[in-house]
């Protein structure tokens, strides 16, 4: 029952390289989230999925991209990597019952930009 | 103005007894979803509890319990008979608005427990 996972768990980027967190889900979720949360605070929404096709930008979604080609897996882009974006990463999936159902996440990825 | 606050950065409590964090929230939508997560020192996110503002009852989840004020807009975490296994980050977030159109979360900065032997 593997829920959310997420790769890497950690990652140092030198300044204006790029990577993708890979997040994947099996639970059939239709929403799909990513976080970060820099230290000593709560957590802020980058971007987020309701579906298969479609994304819309949270709180702090720049210098970030995502796409959502499956149900499955909502990657996230870092295009020119800055130190401001060392943080912990989170990706989380939650659907919709005809009720709140809280929202499951992955273990996180530590990343580091130096 | 935050829309999820909680006042304490830091509880300490001893082991076995009860312990209460607090969480106060803004919104000015009648349907919204309150949450409780747990994050150990391990870094992962757990959930504890939810409370639905349209639920007549306080939540109970096992020795967890939402202390669920509406007109003082306020939902704090009850913890029962603390264990040492309760030091850990606990964050309360908010969900408003129809839920089946919105699932965005909005996190509070949370508030660090330490259970004492």
């Given amino acids: 029952n593997a829920g959310v996972t997420q790769t890497p768990k950690f990652r140092i980027l030198k300044i204006g390289q790029s990577m993708t967190l890979q997040c994947t889900q099996d639970m059939n979720h239709n929403y799909m989230y990513w976080y970060r949360q820099d230290p000593g605070m709560g957590l802020k929404l980058i971007y987020y ?11 702090v979604p720049n210098g970030y991209n995502v796409s959502r080609s499956t149900t499955e897996d909502f990657p996230l882009r870092l295009e020119l990597a800055a130190p401001s974006q060392t943080s912990v990463y989170f990706c989380a999936s939650s659907t919709w019952t005809g009720r709140d159902t809280e929202a499951f996440f992955g273990q996180g990825t530590r990343l580091t930009v130096v | ?21 607090d969480c106060t929230y803004d919104t000015s939508d009648p349907s919204y979803g309150l949450f409780w997560y747990k994050q150990p020192s391990s870094g992962e996110m757990i959930f504890l509890i939810y409370q639905g503002s349209y639920d007549q009852q306080n939540a109970t989840e096992g020795r967890y319990s939402l202390n669920f004020q509406k007109a003082r807009k306020s939902a704090n975490l009850v913890i029962s008979a603390s264990q040492l296994g309760d030091s850990a980050m606990y964050f309360c977030a908010m969900r408003e608005g129809n839920a089946g159109n919105n699932r965005k979360l909005i996190w509070g900065l949370g508030t660090s427990l330490a259970v004492n032997p």
């Fill in chain 1, 49 to 59: 999925s309701v579906g298969a096709g479609i994304t819309d930008k949270g709180e």
């Fill in chain 2, 1 to 21: 103005a935050q829309k999820i606050t909680q006042t304490q950065p830091g509880m300490f409590v001893q082991e076995k007894e009860a312990v209460t964090l």
